[in-house]
Nanobody
Framework: QVQLVESGGGSVQSGGSLRLSCVTS????????VGWIRQAPGKGREVVAA????????YYVDSVKGRFTISRDKANDTVYLQMDSLKFEDTAMYYC?????????????????WGQGTQVTVSS
């Protein structure tokens, strides 16, 4: 059974940084896509960043390009999201999610397995 466990959320002032971690386990296929997906209060879910484990190809939504970095530690089955220059509008619940044969990385429905989420709050 695939499991994803997030950590690293918290409260930070605007301009600050946080690093989220997602430990994954139970994958039956070595090639899959892991994404960080957020949901702000009153809004829908949005894929913020994603990484393909086969070749480490990455994806970022335009609003976080240059500020967020997704990376993977293969040895420890952990995916990180380094978030710098945080803004008030980055406030959201952040979920780690994974999917096999993800064709459209920005589409939330492509991700099958989800963690419980970790809250990120940025104060202005």
């Amino acid at each position: 059974q695939v499991q994803l466990v997030e950590s690293g959320g918290g409260s930070v002032q605007s301009g600050g940084s946080l690093r989220l971690s997602c430990v994954t386990s139970g994958h039956t296929k070595s090639n899959h896509c892991v994404g960080w997906i957020r949901q702000a209060p009153g809004k829908g879910r949005e894929v913020v960043a994603a990484i393909y484990t086969a070749d480490s190809t990455t994806y970022y939504v335009d609003s976080v390009k240059g500020r967020f970095t997704i990376s993977r530690d293969k040895a420890n089955d952990t995916v990180y999201l380094q978030m710098d220059s945080l803004k008030f509008e980055d406030t959201a619940m952040y979920y780690c999610a994974a999917g096999y044969y993800v064709a459209e990385v920005s589409r939330v429905s492509e991700y099958t397995y989800w963690g419980q989420g970790t809250q990120v709050t940025v104060s202005s």
